[in-house]
């Protein structure tokens, strides 16, 4: 056994011999720069060359102090506040150099070739670099280092201040920018590993408060220095970027996760806000160009346009997000695929503080609302935009406050504050721009948004634009009414009809009225009638209208039906190929149930045309008329369906007999087309809960009606067994029937289990059925779940490829083309669409010949003078207008 050199009590002894002397020569550096602190520089080399030796000295043996801080734990508190006083005299040191030398005097060139000034920038440099590195370990101290921490950092900001001008070019700033970036992200992903793993117990917003509070400290610093040099950190923007970008995705993916909502609340009570100003200070700045600032924003969002690999998925859909998104980069087009929902979310922050941003930055904001649509159409983003719930910092009076909003709300709000604070400046025109050319866009989502900002935006808008706005659309849809197909759904003139019809309902109702009455009072033209169905259609809100005028609609939409089928001809109908033809009959069926009118008007008439309609189907063999007869069947039913008193007639009977030949006995029973006409069957039978019906099996009426809830039950499409359901939900709880066990076959598509879909269960339906009953009486709440964004995901996909295959047809593509960034106003000229740049065409060529009708009426009729300078006056206008709408569309 080998005796110990060293008692205990030795080594203790030494040890504090050795404290002592480190804390006595800490304190002797302290008074040491203390002293120089009140000398001006020399001008001596000898000297010079000591000063700098002795400060890197010290600084050394103040980081290795620092770093050997655990090992002498007992004195801890000694040698911090020791070091403490060393920082605090350098710092005084630094700035008293700083004054003397006068850095930031306007004036006199600078001369950084004298030995003075090399040797204080020598000295403020290492300085610096040692108080980066001082700042660096006491990040990764821990809790006990806060006070170095706070300031070493706080030395270095300080220190850059006062010699910004020079120190910029003499240290490199994009470092310690650097640096502060990868101690935000290595804390947040040593903790988002820890929360990722198995948890069974939500996090606390106290520990999630605990690791974000350092991780904010050293974004502020980030942002102060960036301030100070915006050039040196564009040098570094993939850095910043990625970090910005990592912390506004994970936040979103945190938002889906129970256990983790108090994590994502953290994020956005603490980090996103500096997150902006460090972007913010960057596109704000005087000193970069407007070209590196369109980098900084093609970094932020990809300039690449609905690109992305196929089945590759964003954050919300990973099987291990954390090491995918914590080891990602901006550029690649992967990458870029799983930040997607942190970009739209750091998009949607930058536009909600658009305020606070210039000009320029605005613009530019304005070159990627393109970019926002086209990733809303990926299939993922889709599901997590219309699904997800993230916590929104709002304004409450003089505080913030933090609600839970669905993502999409979020968005919404963002895009209209970016409008408010865009709207007296230059960038002002480019949005316009943008929603006219949306004002039709083929994807549902996209034209709800753009829609919505359309409808803020003549909210809040003065008359004449509002006035000028409508005026022109409704011009536009004049012009489409008179080739465009107003029955088929997808046709440019019903496009243009739901895009008026909602900024009618949303944005300027108090046109209503005004175009109401220009439609049915000023207008009688059969132009104007096909316009009115196609608004209808379109869900025109009847219910706006000012009391005159609602029943002015209803009495003509009424009277124009009965004409209609009053004067119905079977065999003029199967030899037509108009495609208006029934449009009263599209008209009343829209207005009646929409307003859920019930009225005596609508006889038995109604059902002897049903019945015409039905025979005209079968014994027709044109396609074309069939198609024509198909839909008018389906309108009728819908207003029968409204008609209470028509299911006690007699003739129902035998309607109810021809639908089922038609559907089910017939010899049209096999035709797949008769699906166009289920959706208003649905109705139709729900009716029937309002018919006396005997239940035996000889009953003509009975077996018809049970044989066609059996048709509708069967179906397997989900909307088919919503929508029969539905009916024979309220047909179950008004009928005087009891043996509803009749109305359900043994093989209704909800009796098959969901997994092999072959197996049948007796209660089956029952039991789906009550589920559906007790939803829909449910109090409906968003909440999200794994299996919901699997399914918006599919539904997403779907719609991606409806709009690929749309735009292939138009021979558009879906390429992105680099737009100019201009210092002042955009003056470019746009191109207007195919159709739009046709009616242009169309309406100049109009313009000719109306102006030499105009010439041989004067000629004519020499003694109107008056009349003809009104018509005059009146045609100069329509030319001016006309010029107007063409030269913003680049029509020469």
């Known amino acids: 056994m080998v005796p110990c050199l060293y008692s205990r009590d030795w080594v203790w002894t030494h040890l504090n011999f050795f404290v002592q002397l480190l ?94 000034v090399n040797h204080v920038l020598n000295v403020h440099k290492c300085v610096m670099e040692k108080l980066c590195e001082l700042g660096t370990i006491a990040a990764k101290g821990g809790g006990g280092l806060v006070t170095i921490l706070n300031v070493s950092w706080k030395g270095v900001f300080t220190l850059l201040q006062h010699g910004n001008v020079v120190l910029s070019s003499k240290v490199n700033v994009a470092a310690i920018i650097l640096n502060l970036v990868s101690l935000v992200i290595e804390p947040m992903k040593c903790a988002a590993a820890t929360w990722s793993s198995v948890m069974k117990e939500p996090v606390s917003a106290t520990d999630a408060r605990r690791i974000f509070l350092p991780v904010k400290f050293f974004l502020i610093n980030a942002v102060k220095i960036s301030c100070l040099c915006p050039c040196q950190a564009y040098l570094v923007r993939k850095e910043i970027i990625f970090c910005v970008l990592v912390i506004s995705t994970y936040k979103v993916w945190l938002s889906n996760e129970k256990l983790l909502e108090t994590v994502s609340e953290a994020i956005t009570e603490l ?221 440019a003139l019903r496009k243009m009809a739901r895009s008026i019809t909602m900024l009618l309902t949303y944005g300027a109702h108090t046109k209503l009225n005004e175009i109401f009455e220009y439609i049915f009072i000023q207008d009688k033209s059969q132009l104007s009638t096909v316009i009115w169905v196609a608004l209808i259609l379109e869900g025109f809100p009847l219910n706006l209208l000012s009391e005159k005028m609602k029943n002015i609609a209803i009495q003509s939409t009424i009277r124009d039906y009965l004409s209609f089928i009053g004067n119905f001809s079977e065999t003029s109908m199967l030899a037509s190929s108009s495609a208006t033809i029934g449009l009263p009959v599209f008209s009343a069926s829209t207005t009646i149930q929409s307003m859920k009118l019930s009225t005596s008007d609508i006889d038995v008439r109604t059902l002897k045309f049903l019945l015409a309609l039905l025979r005209s189907y079968k014994i027709s063999g044109v396609e074309q008329a069939k198609g024509v007869c198909r839909k008018l069947i389906s309108e009728t039913l819908g207003i029968i369906s409204c008609m209470k008193h028509l299911y006690a007639v007699n003739e129902m009977e035998e309607v109810i007999l021809e639908l089922e030949k038609l559907f089910i006995s017939g010899p049209t029973a096999s035709d797949a087309l008769l699906y166009e006409c289920k959706s208003s069957l649905a109705p139709f039978l729900a009716g029937l809960a309002h018919s006396k019906m005997t239940e035996t099996d000889d009953n003509a009426k009975s077996c018809a009606v049970w044989e066609l809830y059996h048709m509708l039950f069967k179906e397997r499409h989900w909307a088919f067994i919503h929508l029969g359901l539905k009916a024979f939900g309220y047909f179950a709880a008004r009928t005087s029937c009891e043996e509803l066990w009749r109305f359900v076959p043994q093989n209704a598509a909800l009796s098959y289990d969901l997994e092999s879909g072959k197996q049948v269960s007796e209660d089956g339906f029952m039991l789906e059925f009550k589920i559906f009953l007790e939803k829909e009486m449910a109090l409906l709440t968003v909440t999200s779940s794994s299996e919901q964004l699997e399914l918006l995901m599919k539904e997403g996909l779907v719609l991606k490829d409806m709009l690929n295959s ?31 740049s046709k009616g242009m065409e169309l309406l100049k060529n109009g313009l000719k010949v109306m102006r030499q009708g105009l010439t041989l009426l004067e000629e004519g009729h020499v003694d109107s003078r008056e009349l003809h300078n009104k018509l005059r006056s009146h045609f100069s206008g329509l030319e001016d207008e006309i010029y107007r709408l063409g030269s913003q569309g680049g029509v020469d």
């Not at 800490?26 to 002795?54: G, W």
């Not at 090992?71 to 004054?99: N, P, T, W």
């Open 806 to 836: 749309s735009l292939k047809l138009c021979g558009t593509g879906n390429e992105c083309k680099s737009m100019e960034i201009d210092e002042g106003p955009s003056s470019r000229k746009r191109k207007l669409p195919e159709g739009l």
């Open 271 to 491: 980090l996103e806000q500096p997150c902006l100003d460090l972007v913010k200070c960057i596109l704000n700045s005087t000193d970069l160009k407007q070209d590196l600032k369109h980098n900084i924003m093609d970094l932020l969002f990809t300039t690449e346009r609905c690109s992305f690999p196929d089945g590759y998925p964003s954050a919300c859909f990973m099987n291990d997000p954390m090491n995918e998104i914590f080891n990602t980069n901006c550029e690649g087009r992967n990458d870029a695929k799983i930040l997607s929902l942190g970009r739209i979310n750091f998009l949607l922050n930058l536009m909600k503080h658009s305020f606070d941003l210039s000009d320029d930055a605005k613009l530019l904001i304005t070159t990627k609302l393109n970019w926002l649509l086209d990733i809303l159409v990926q299939e993922d983003v889709y599901a997590s935009v219309l699904l997800l719930q993230v916590p929104f910092s709002y304004f409450s009076g003089k505080t913030t406050e933090l609600k839970w909003l669905p993502l999409l709300s979020c968005l919404l709000h963002a895009l209209k504050t970016f409008m408010v604070a865009v709207s007296k400046n230059y960038a002002w025109l480019e949005l316009q721009l943008f929603l006219l050319d949306n004002l039709l866009h083929p994807h549902f989502l996209c034209w709800d948004i753009v829609m919505e900002l359309w409808c803020f935006m003549l909210r809040y808008a003065d008359d004449n634009l509002v006035n000028g706005v409508i005026s022109k659309l409704f011009s536009v849809m004049k012009l489409l009414a008179s080739s465009e197909p107003v029955l088929v759904y997808s046709s």
């Open 23 to 116: 804390l006595d020569a800490l304190k002797f550096s302290a008074v040491s720069f203390s002293a120089l602190a009140r000398c001006p520089p020399s001008e001596d080399k000898v000297l010079m060359n000591t000063v700098e030796n002795f400060a890197l000295e010290q600084l050394n043996l103040m980081i290795e102090s620092v770093s050997e801080i655990q090992s002498i734990h007992k004195f801890r508190s000694e040698i911090l506040k020791a070091v403490q006083m060393v920082i605090d005299a350098m710092i005084k040191f630094s700035e008293f150099h700083s004054q003397v030398l006068d850095w930031e005097s306007s004036g006199e060139e600078f001369n950084k070739t004298r030995p003075s």
